[in-house]
């Protein structure tokens, strides 16, 4: 295929998974890239750049019709609408089909049959509806995002304690660049057709081995206290569903994923500084959201 002439489609491009993926796309001029949004003004700077902006709202179908026309590989970035989006997601394959979209790469999580958590489900059901619609795929199975911990370390570090209920398993943690990267490419690319990635960093790490990163970063104490129960999240790290390390990134995209190390240390001033006001514990709440999402 002339790359130049194909057309290359990234929903959710106004989220920070998506916009990555755009700016990657543009950069590598990997064909006609349309970045689509239900907020097509909060994309102008892509516009700018090159790239045409389309308004795609995953309760509109008609909208996603339109927004997928022409196109001849889809990105399609997991919606945050807990509860509706597995109906929203089974619209946007019907959606490609109509529009003629030859391959669908789809951003899911790992093992997602075996979590007891709605939204897992809805993952699996996604891959299962994705697989059997005719469409080409790529499933690109996300661990949990590294710069989620942010939040969650500075939490730790102003109070001393990080508190969750992961035992002792351990996740292998990727930064949402890494996973942008990954997706581009195999959006960009027909080489990883068919295939279900694990999109992971590249060691999988434990709360008391985040505990020593943070305490080494602010030259403090911080435990982890483990707790006996938690959220969802917690609860898949504890029961393993999160440890598998692969070489997906690389494989991918020709690079090696960053370390949790590397990057919390490349954001240890932040995590510093968002540990100086006084602790609350609404923070936590806060911080064990959307640890999947764009």
Not at 94 to 100: E, F, N
Not at 164 to 177: F, I, Q
Not at 230 to 259: C, H, M, Q, R, W
Request: charged share 25%; hydrophobic share 40%; aromatic share 6%.
């Amino acid at each position: 295929m002339n790359f130049s002439r194909r057309t290359l489609v990234v929903t959710g491009a106004s989220g920070h998974l998506g916009r990555r993926a755009v700016e990657l796309l543009l950069d590598a001029e990997a064909g006609r890239i349309v970045a689509t949004t239900r907020s097509p003004e909060k994309l102008l700077p892509l516009a700018d750049r090159g790239a045409e902006i389309r308004r795609a709202d995953f309760d509109d179908p008609v909208s996603l019709v339109e927004a997928f026309a022409g196109a001849d590989r889809l990105l399609l970035i997991s919606t945050d609408a807990l509860g509706r989006r597995l109906t929203q997601h089974r619209a946007a394959i019907r959606a490609a089909l109509r529009a003629g979209v030859q391959h669908v790469v789809y951003t899911s999580v790992p093992n997602p049959e075996k979590w007891e958590a709605n939204f897992a489900t809805e993952h699996a059901e996604t891959e299962t509806a994705l697989r059997a619609s005719g469409l080409g795929w790529t499933m690109m199975r996300n661990n949990l995002y590294s710069d989620h911990l942010l939040t969650k370390l500075s939490d730790a570090i102003a109070s001393g304690e990080l508190v969750a209920a992961a035992g002792d398993g351990g996740a292998a943690y990727v930064t949402r660049k890494n996973c942008a990267g990954a997706a581009a490419a195999a959006l960009a690319s027909s080489d990883f057709d068919g295939r279900t990635f694990d999109v992971t960093g590249p060691s999988a790490v434990t709360h008391t081995e985040l505990a020593k990163i943070a305490s080494d970063i602010s030259r403090s104490q911080v435990q982890y206290l483990a707790t006996p129960s938690g959220n969802d999240f917690e609860a898949a790290i504890a029961k393993g569903y999160l440890e598998t390390v692969t070489g997906s990134v690389e494989e991918l995209t020709g690079y090696p994923p960053t370390s949790v190390a590397e990057f919390l240390s490349e954001h240890a001033d932040s995590l510093i500084e968002a540990a100086e006001p006084p602790f609350t514990s609404n923070r936590r709440a806060r911080s064990d959201s959307g640890r999947f999402g764009a």
